[in-house]
């Protein structure tokens, strides 16, 4: 499958403010619960995509020129129209989305508090700064700068329209680039939104945030029209097209890629915490969060006692549209069909339901299966949907060889009453966050690195790492005296080299 298929089969694209002459069609966004068309946007091409980028550039260099006061004055304005009309956006991402509208302002007041985080911080971690120059070149000062890279290209997934790509373009912004836009083509109003909002906030810089639309030949594109980064959202088997996509033209990536998340829960856990947070991740978002807990590993000890409240939490749920649905439906018709065939591998490989287990065209049962295999897929594949297996294991160090064996390395949890045994099993977890006594809590920390590790990607957004992460690093030295022996000259003495090795003789030498 090409990139451009890969682009749109699992990110998708968003509406945008380039010429819409330069497009190859259109394309509809629909109600994933009633099919109902939210929007019509059109296919920007590979001549657009690059257009758009052109307009960027001399955009980025006047977001730059405002320094970081003018900057964190404007990222101000936005999220202050943003938190105005939370309530309208969540609409809209209800209905694009599905998801519950509760759950959608969630989503929106966490992005609200990372671009203010991002906008107010951004001065603290990337000022320029004095560093020590060390022996040999004291008679300079060293300075290190955190310079913006201009232009940053950011591909957003569908299942947090709004959350995701903020974390990568609210540190961009505050970082002092301008940003291209391509959401998800299943909820390309959502992007088309954010882009409008930020045109009324910041009218005077307006072209520092744009946004594409189109198929995956629109994410193919803007891979390869000169942006100084792309930070990617999605699979692993894409993220490695955009890597490859990118390499021709030697774009950096940051790469937010799937997971395959895993609870451990101790001898000394407190249960029904344990349980009521295991649901709410492996189903809130019906499932489609790729910091959700697909995996629960339960110690003997208190494993029938976990299940029971695992059980009860999980009868009351049900999927739908309406205001007393605990969750949406699946937002991607394909995706359905992968939680299909999970339960249905899983049961052939002798696991058994416990809840749920049916799927009715977008709509799946809040599912709970025991004893499935780790050889199966609903153990080995990132599921996406509401889905639990709770395994038992002999005891908590079984539970982390399981959960660190999965290629993945997102995310995960760890419930213990031991603070000491909580923090070494959630330092030993191979992934890039963990939660302890809760789930997915470091998301809620605009100060905290988001990211994993192995096929779930690289590269940081959030907290000051994602700051960083979008500038290139300027080491400057700059003579202040000059010294009576120049030792990088073919004018220096004979004898300056043996002079040096002494020193360096006296100084490091005495060390074993």
């Known amino acids: 499958m090409s990139l451009a298929q890969q682009l749109g089969t699992v990110t998708g694209d968003a509406a945008g403010t380039v010429d819409r002459h330069a497009t190859t069609g259109t394309f509809d966004s629909t109600d994933p619960a009633t099919g109902a068309v939210v929007g019509t946007f059109p296919v920007h091409d590979e001549d657009a995509v690059r257009a758009t980028v052109a307009r960027a550039r001399p955009a980025a260099q006047a977001w730059a020129a405002l320094g970081f006061d003018g900057r964190r004055t404007r990222l101000a304005a936005y999220r202050g129209h943003l938190a105005r009309r939370l309530h309208e956006l969540a609409d809209l991402v209800h209905r694009e989305n599905g998801k519950p509208h509760a759950d959608a302002v969630l989503e929106i007041t966490l992005a609200v508090d990372h671009l203010a985080w991002a906008g107010s911080h951004a001065r603290t971690v990337l000022r320029p700064r004095r560093v020590n120059p060390g022996l040999l070149a004291a008679n300079h000062a060293a300075t290190l700068e955190y310079q913006p890279l201009g232009v940053v290209g950011v591909i957003g997934p569908w299942n947090y329209p709004v959350f995701t790509p903020m974390g990568s373009i609210a540190y961009a912004l505050a970082a002092g680039n301008a940003v291209v836009f391509k959401p998800s083509e299943h909820t390309p109003a959502v992007g088309a939104w954010l882009a409008a909002a930020w045109r009324a906030a910041v009218p005077d810089v307006a072209d520092a945030l744009q946004v594409v639309t189109g198929d995956g030949g629109t994410g193919a594109a803007l891979c390869r029209a000169g942006v100084g980064k ?112 999970h339960v249905d591998d899983a049961v052939a490989a002798g696991g058994r339901v416990l809840t749920g287990g049916t799927v009715d065209d977008r709509w799946v049962a809040p599912t709970v299966l025991l004893d499935v295999p780790e050889t199966s897929a609903a153990v080995r594949e990132e599921t996406f949907g509401p889905t639990l297996t709770i395994t038992r294991v002999r005891n908590a160090e079984e539970a982390l060889e399981r959960t660190n064996a999965n290629a993945h390395g997102l995310a995960g949890a760890v419930f213990s009453r031991s603070r000491g045994r909580a923090m070494d099993l959630a330092r030993r977890m191979r992934t890039g966050m963990t939660s302890v006594n809760s789930v997915l809590t470091f998301a809620a920390v605009p100060a905290l690195p988001f990211g994993g590790v192995g096929e779930s990607g690289f590269g940081r957004i959030h907290g000051a790492d994602g700051l960083r992460e979008f500038t290139r690093t300027k080491a400057i030295t700059r003579q202040r005296v000059a010294l009576p022996v120049d030792l990088m000259s073919f004018r220096r003495p004979a004898a300056a080299a043996d002079v040096l090795a002494r020193a360096m003789g006296l100084v490091h030498g005495r060390h074993r």
């Open 230 to 341: 792309l930070a990617f959202t999605g699979s692993a088997p894409t993220g490695r097209r955009v890597m490859a996509a990118c390499a021709e033209t030697l774009t950096p990536v940051v790469m937010e890629l799937g997971g395959k998340d895993a609870m451990i829960v101790d001898d000394d856990a407190d249960v029904a915490a344990a349980a009521d947070a295991a649901v709410w991740a492996g189903m809130s978002n019906a499932g489609q969060t790729c910091i959700g807990i697909e995996r629960v590993y339960v110690t003997e000890r208190v494993h029938d006692a976990f299940v029971a409240e695992v059980e009860e939490r999980v009868r009351g749920l049900r999927p739908g549209s309406d205001d007393g649905a605990a969750y949406g439906p699946m937002t991607m018709p394909s995706q359905a069909d992968v939680v299909r065939r």
